[in-house]
């Protein structure tokens, strides 16, 4: 069955320093996102990615935070200027379509646990 | 600012039996439903989803019911197994939005 492959699973950075976060949605998707989890709270919608560019973005979403689609198949997030708050589980997910539009759901990757010090 | 809410942090149910998870929402622009299970160290996964124009929706053990007038969802699984024991998230989608705003999870616990 199809995957979507984060990497690293698990990823420290110093406070200040910037990150990139990696996946690789499956194949055939056209919408990509990427979700947080801080520890203990819900799952949260950070932005989602659409014909190579952004489609829409929460709130969370600010100047510190941006995406890439660099090669068709990558799908990275970045994340400058890191805080200690922005330490978090990072889902990427993928879809064929929005759910409710032609797709049942997204897939979401692993995860990539986020640890600032 | 929750709009959708799981207010059982926790579900212990026997093997088995029918265990019967919750959510709430308050977003009258939400028009599709998601069910998410989720494994420690792993991604949720998709589980079972509903249209707003429907009530009620199965899929072999899992069945989810909505009442839009109530804004309430619930996923029944039956029977219960093992296997089931996972934290279970209630998504929700609409008005033109792309993301899913999620509940907290429930921690659905099945006891031998």
């Known amino acids: 069955e199809p995957e979507v492959t984060q990497t690293p699973s698990h990823q420290v950075t110093q406070m200040g320093q910037e990150v990139i976060l990696r996946c690789v949605p499956i194949?055939?998707?056209?919408?990509f996102y990427w979700y947080r989890q801080i520890l203990g709270q819900k799952v949260e919608f950070l932005v989602s990615?659409?014909?190579?560019?952004?489609?829409?973005k929460s709130e969370i979403f600010d100047d510190q935070f941006s995406v890439e689609r660099p090669d068709g198949s990558n799908f990275t997030l970045k994340i400058r200027s890191t805080k200690l708050e922005d330490s978090a589980m990072y889902f990427c997910?993928?879809?064929?379509?929005?759910?409710?539009?032609?797709?049942?759901?997204?897939?979401f990757g692993s995860g990539t646990r986020l640890t600032i010090v | 600012d929750q709009q959708v809410k799981q207010n059982s942090p926790s579900l212990s149910v026997q093997e088995g039996r029918i265990s019967i998870l919750n959510c709430d929402y308050t977003?009258?622009?939400?028009?599709?439903f998601l069910w998410y299970k989720k494994y420690p160290a792993e991604g949720p996964t998709f589980l079972i989803s509903?249209?707003?124009?429907?009530d009620k929706n199965e899929d072999g053990r899992f069945t989810v019911f909505l009442n839009k007038s109530a804004k309430h969802l619930s996923l029944h699984i039956v029977p219960s197994q093992p296997g089931d024991s996972a934290v279970y998230f209630c998504?929700?989608?609409?008005?033109?939005?792309?993301?899913?705003?999620f509940g907290k999870g429930t921690h659905l616990i099945i006891q031998p």
């Open positions: 990615f659409y014909n190579n560019e952004i489609s829409e």
């Open positions: 977003n009258s622009m939400f028009d599709y």
């Open positions: 998504a929700a989608i609409g008005g033109g939005a792309d993301g899913l705003t």
């Open positions: 194949s055939n998707h056209l919408y």
């Open positions: 509903i249209s707003s124009i429907k």
């Open positions: 997910a993928s879809s064929e379509a929005l759910p409710g539009q032609g797709a049942y759901g997204y897939t």
